[in-house]
């Protein structure tokens, strides 16, 4: 079945560096793909997503790409702050099919002073 | 809009007990989503209901896990003759429906089978 892989486990920044997150997909009818981020103690929070009819998707110091020729994309955070700790967890989904997502296994994301 | 409510938060059985556990979507949210959260497997999806009726629930271990909504006010995931292996945290997500995918998440109920 579909699978999605996140590459990087853990990755610590010192704050204001940037961070990025990898995640490949096998599922070559995946059309959606949003990024959560879930603290310590709590639940998913939704972040940000990008479609397949796009490439890019930026929100503020976020940003998406997809590479749907090499079955990739990746979170891009800029400027990194303490308070952007957490795990985040990418997803895929066909929507054509429910929209039920498939995740990767989180990236620990530490941001130092 | 106080976002997904699942009740209880955090529910101890016994095993061969019992469990149901309560999810009240977002008001006017037509699709309900269940998945299943444990440091071995990671985030699971169990399974899926549009405007009350079952869609996907292809993730839902076949024997002993049911799902039902009988209202768009809430759904119910009962788990019977509970195993050790049951114990997770189950999330409950909404979201508003065809072509908006965002789902919402709610704060998830833990689950321990002893």
């Known amino acids: 079945g579909e699978k999605v892989e996140q590459h990087e486990s853990t990755l610590s920044v010192r704050e204001g560096d940037s961070a990025v997150i990898n995640c490949t997909y096998t599922d070559t009818a995946s059309s959606y793909f949003p990024w959560y981020k879930q603290e310590a103690g709590k639940s998913l929070h939704f972040v940000i997503d990008?479609?397949?009819?796009?490439d890019r998707k930026q929100s503020q110091r976020l940003t998406v790409l997809l590479d749907k020729k090499a079955k990739r994309f990746s979170l891009h955070i800029t400027a990194t702050q303490p308070e952007d700790s957490a795990i985040y967890f990418c997803?895929?989904?066909?929507?054509?099919?429910?929209?039920?997502?498939?995740f990767g296994q989180g990236t620990i994301l530490k941001v130092y002073l | 809009n106080a976002g997904v409510i699942q009740t209880p938060r955090h529910k101890v059985t016994g095993k061969g007990q019992e469990a149901t556990l309560w999810c009240e979507p977002i008001s006017g949210h037509s699709a309900v989503f269940w998945y299943r959260q444990t440091i071995v497997q990671g985030l699971e999806f169990l399974t899926y209901?549009?405007?009350?009726?079952?869609?996907?629930d292809s993730g839902m271990p076949k024997e002993r896990f049911s799902a039902q909504m009988p209202n768009q006010s809430h759904s119910t995931l009962k788990i019977q003759s509970t195993q050790p292996q049951d114990s997770a945290v189950y999330l409950c997500?909404?979201?508003?429906?065809?072509?908006?995918?965002?789902?919402?998440f709610g704060p998830g109920t833990r689950l321990t089978v002893l």
């Open positions: 209901f549009r405007n009350q009726a079952p869609i996907d």
């Open positions: 990008i479609r397949s009819n796009v």
């Open positions: 997803a895929a989904s066909r929507t054509s099919s429910g929209q039920k997502l498939v």
């Open positions: 997500a909404s979201s508003s429906g065809l072509g908006v995918y965002e789902q919402y």
